[in-house]
């Protein structure tokens, strides 16, 4: 049977979820994504919400308004993704979403462990270490955001509890705070699975939804996402549903987990990058259940990998004109070709790369069958 996802009164199908990345889920690729089709939901970057209300010219980088540019008219379904900790800040700019630019769905970012927000900012995973506090927060922007549905997305914890029995039952180690003097952050650790206590918050605050990427904070990416840490919090969540995230790299796991785990969607995040294709890979299979039986279940051919790597450069020289697009379009670019006759010396040379014509001669040339 094939589940149906959906987020308040927003249905997701397929139940395929893109996941926001800073630094790339921009226009272009949302845009990639869904000409290709095959994801529910396609994600915006997150905004910093102390960002966007100072809305700061960032030298080199761009702005949260740099952002949002174009987003009113952009296809929907879409989800906006905040983040902050600060409940006034997080609940206006949440609403200012919902009301002005009319995104799909608002999401609050708690798993975020880059310095700037966990650290600095004491935003993203670091709330994971007060439950109560995420309720509160989830609450507010669910208030200032109504009837636009309201989620979260998290992380299993902080770091992972020195104690087997604490982990087992997927609760916070309250007599584990410690101080972690090897922390540059110097900032207060709270070691345990604290997804299942969040996960009750955050229904109870009224958001739709919510997202576990199986890793714990601490962990950066490193090691595996834990699908039965993320499966575990299906027990803690009564009517709203879980979507799972991690390591899911192709079309056959996409649905495997989609079946084998107790999620209500699955969210494709780093995978994806150099595969736009990958959600209509995976919703095909799902649909057809047969690996055979449609063209795009198999390996796609190298002409229309070529095709979709110029239409998407096409894409990012629109969106941040043909300097900065073609910048921009060397970090996608290299992820293009995995294991292709000629794909290492295309990454080698995408350096060098300064003019779109450039671009589509060296992608002739090193990129092969
Ligand atoms: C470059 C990069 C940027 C990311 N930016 C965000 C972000 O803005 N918000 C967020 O919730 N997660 C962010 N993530 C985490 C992803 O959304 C996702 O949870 C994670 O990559 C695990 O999924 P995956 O294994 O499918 O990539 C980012 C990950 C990467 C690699």
Not at 3 to 25: R, V
Not at 93 to 102: D, H, I, M, P, S
Not at 113 to 129: I, T, W, Y
Not at 337 to 361: C, D, L, M, P, W
């Amino acid at each position: 049977m094939i589940k149906t996802l959906q987020i308040g009164s927003i249905p997701i199908d397929p139940p395929f979820l893109m996941a926001p990345m800073a630094g790339f889920t921009n226009r272009a690729y949302r845009d990639t994504v869904r000409a290709l089709g095959g994801c529910g939901l396609p994600a915006l970057e997150m905004i910093s919400a102390r960002g966007f209300v100072s809305q700061k010219e960032r030298v080199g980088e761009e702005s949260e308004l740099d952002r949002l540019r174009g987003v009113a008219e952009e296809p929907r379904p879409l989800a906006a993704q905040i983040w902050d900790n600060d409940p006034g800040k997080l609940a206006m700019v949440g609403a200012k979403l919902a009301y002005e630019y009319q995104v799909s769905v608002v999401d609050i970012n708690f798993g975020c462990p880059a310095h700037d927000v966990a650290g600095k900012a004491q935003s993203g995973s670091f709330l994971l270490r007060d439950p109560e506090r995420v309720g509160r927060l989830v609450e507010r922007v669910v208030k200032a955001c109504h009837p636009t549905p309201v989620t979260a997305k998290i992380r299993l914890g902080i770091a992972p509890s020195q104690n087997p029995k604490a982990e087992s039952q997927s609760k916070l180690c309250h007599d584990e705070i410690i101080r972690d003097q090897n922390n540059i952050d110097d900032h207060t650790f709270i070691y345990g699975n604290c997804a299942g206590e969040i996960a009750v918050a955050v229904e109870q605050a009224g958001a739709a939804a919510l997202t576990v990427h199986g890793r714990y904070a601490k962990q950066m990416f490193s090691g595996t996402a834990d699908w039965d840490a993320i499966a575990a919090v299906k027990s803690n969540l009564n009517k709203i549903p879980l979507i799972g995230n991690g390591d899911i790299d192709s079309p056959g796991k996409a649905v495997d987990f989609l079946k084998r785990y107790p999620v209500d969607g699955i969210m494709i995040g780093r995978a994806a990058i150099g595969r736009p294709w990958l959600f209509r890979q995976a919703s095909e299979l799902l649909l057809t259940e047969s690996e055979r039986s449609s063209e795009w279940i198999s390996t796609i051919p190298i002409e229309r990998e070529r095709t979709i790597l110029f239409q998407f450069c096409e894409r990012m020289i629109q969106q941040f004109g043909d300097e900065r697009g073609m910048v921009m379009m060397r970090k996608f670019a290299c992820r293009y070709g995995s294991g292709r006759r000629g794909a290492r010396e295309f990454r080698r040379a995408i350096g060098t790369v300064h003019s779109q014509k450039a671009f589509q001669k060296l992608v002739d040339e090193t990129f092969q069958e």
